[in-house]
């Protein structure tokens, strides 16, 4: 079974500030995805970023990118230029690349950012 | 842009009640999931369906839930009998057969056991 710790449950930064949100994960896997979603108050989840298991290159998406280190199982989020409206939960989850089948997603506790004006 | 959709919104039902929440997925979309996310905590996986059956379920999936597909655009959880701990928000999840990496959430329902 897979594991996914989120070691900070809330982090406060300024607004334009650049933020960094911490994951690591267990897994036996050698082949999977890894993603961060957003939840802001209305509950929704929100896809942010994603990453192949496979692929060296970081994923980057405008003002958000990854730091993706596999042996150290670690997956970490930076904001940059935060704006209010990144104010929300973000959660870290895992799922293992399954070939055609559908295998859910595990995630994370969460971190609760906060931007402040 | 298509997206998931759920009803309703908030259901408020007694302890023992049996409630369907209701699901339409994006229509070409294949797989088809459940997550569940307990006010303050963190969303976990229920259950998937494909191909008209289930594919993969987590160990909270009991036999007090069900799922279906109905009728080709719905797909719905039962829940046959509400407990106090059945509270929280219910999302639905879709993706595609060729993007396993995507899965598209909808708003969520929040059910309410009294």
């Known amino acids: 079974a897979q594991t996914v710790t989120q070691s900070q449950p809330e982090m406060s930064v300024q607004e334009a500030e650049t933020v960094t949100l911490s994951c690591t994960y267990d897994?036996?896997?050698?082949?999977?995805?890894l993603f961060w979603y957003k939840q802001p108050p209305s509950r929704q989840m929100i896809l942010v970023i994603r990453?192949?298991?496979?692929?060296?290159q970081n994923a980057t998406e405008n003002r958000f990118s990854v730091n993706f280190q596999k042996a150290a199982k670690s997956f970490s989020l930076k904001i940059s230029d935060s704006q209010l409206g990144d104010t929300a939960m973000y959660f870290c989850?895992?799922?293992?690349?399954?070939?055609?089948?559908?295998?859910?997603?595990?995630f994370g506790k969460g971190t609760h950012l906060i931007i402040q004006p | 842009e298509p997206e998931v959709t759920q009803t309703p919104s908030h259901q408020v039902t007694q302890m023992g009640q049996e409630v369907i929440l209701r699901c339409v997925p994006i229509?070409?979309?294949?797989?088809f999931y459940w997550y569940r996310q307990i006010l303050g905590q963190k969303v976990e996986f229920l259950v998937s369906?494909?191909?008209?059956?289930?594919?993969?379920k987590s160990e909270i999936f009991d036999d007090q839930f069900s799922v279906e597909r109905p009728d080709g655009s719905n797909f719905t959880l039962k829940i046959r009998s509400t407990k106090l701990e059945d509270s929280a928000m219910y999302f639905c999840?879709?993706?595609?057969?060729?993007?396993?990496?995507?899965?598209?959430f909808g708003p969520g329902t929040r059910l309410t056991v009294l």
């Open positions: 999840a879709s993706r595609t057969y060729w993007t396993p990496n995507e899965q598209f």
């Open positions: 897994t036996s896997e050698s082949n999977y995805y």
């Open positions: 990453q192949e298991a496979y692929k060296q």
């Open positions: 989850a895992f799922m293992k690349e399954s070939g055609g089948g559908a295998d859910g997603l595990t």
């Open positions: 229509s070409n979309h294949l797989y």
């Open positions: 369906f494909y191909n008209n059956e289930i594919s993969e």
